[in-house]
């Protein structure tokens, strides 16, 4: 299968993209403590979140975009319905897997460059007054739950099969002056790459911090790229009395 490649150089880090969120410290200082105050979020779904502003494309119905947080894999598709409905798509197509491109607005439709089967601007394909796909394809593209929060302008896409939950976190020793850490263990997928952010409450937008892959290591690393998928584990430093962790992925538009 050919993967589009047209927009992968244009990279950007989307900040309201996040994969998970772990644990508010509620003690008043970072002390041992803290210990008992300190746990994982509960497990679920990965939610990405993106402000449509981000992205011009999207500013009109029938505006369209497709994503991508993984390289090498078929990218999600984004598009708007109405001023306040958006729908996320697979973008794999249902007749032999092939990408589907975006949604052309004075097409009317999203097509599939192998067959040509179309599917309209919520993933349906075409079908007949009896229900029958018309296409090459039989099926509707899969979809992702998505919500759109208007006041805040933030579209929320679940995704079952991201990892998000933080698997554990806990404090830990740095050295014998007293120096704590936390030391945080998450999954990460190979061919995406990842930051770690801190906001000290839910208010306050997050900020990338560096991190150190060692218990005892220089905090000086800002981004995780895995050789394997699997579970990664950083170290980052005690930046205050509370806060919130969060990982975000590099988000890749195609173009
Ligand atoms: Fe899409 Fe055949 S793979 S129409």
């Known amino acids: 299968m050919n993967l589009p490649t047209s927009g992968t150089t244009r990279r950007q ?8 969120s772990a644990a508010a410290l509620v003690a008043p200082r970072w002390t041992s403590a803290v210990l008992a105050n300190v746990t994982p979020s509960a497990p679920g ?16 119905p029938g505006g369209s975009i497709q994503l991508t947080f993984i390289q090498g894999i078929e990218p999600l598709t984004l598009n ?16 032999a897997g092939c990408t589907v491109g975006r949604f052309i607005v004075a097409n009317n439709r999203m097509r599939c460059p192998c067959h040509g089967s179309r599917y309209d601007i919520e993933g349906r394909v075409f079908r007949d007054v009896n229900g029958n796909s018309t296409q090459p394809a039989p099926d509707d593209l899969a979809r992702y739950e998505t919500a759109y929060d208007a006041a805040s302008d933030t579209i929320s896409i679940a995704i079952p099969s991201l990892a998000l939950q933080m698997d554990s976190i806990s ?12 030391k945080l263990v998450f999954p990460v997928t190979f061919g995406a790459v990842y930051q770690i952010s801190y906001s000290p409450g839910l208010s306050s937008p997050p900020a990338t911090i560096p991190f150190a892959t060692t218990a005892d ?19 980052v430093d ?9 990982v975000s992925v590099m988000l890749t538009p195609l173009t």
């Open 13 to 20: 880090w989307v900040k309201q993209f996040m994969l998970c």
């Open 45 to 60: 779904k990965g939610v990405l979140r993106i402000k449509p502003s981000s992205f011009p494309a999207l500013a009109n």
């Open 80 to 95: 708007r319905v109405t001023s306040d409905r958006f729908v996320t798509l697979d973008s794999i197509c249902t007749h």
């Open 171 to 182: 404090v830990q020793q740095r050295t014998e002056n007293g120096e704590l850490r936390l």
């Open 217 to 235: 290591g220089p905090a000086n690393q800002t981004t995780i790229g895995p050789s394997v998928s699997g579970m990664f584990t950083a170290y």
């Open 238 to 246: 005690a930046a205050g009395s509370r806060g919130f962790f969060s």
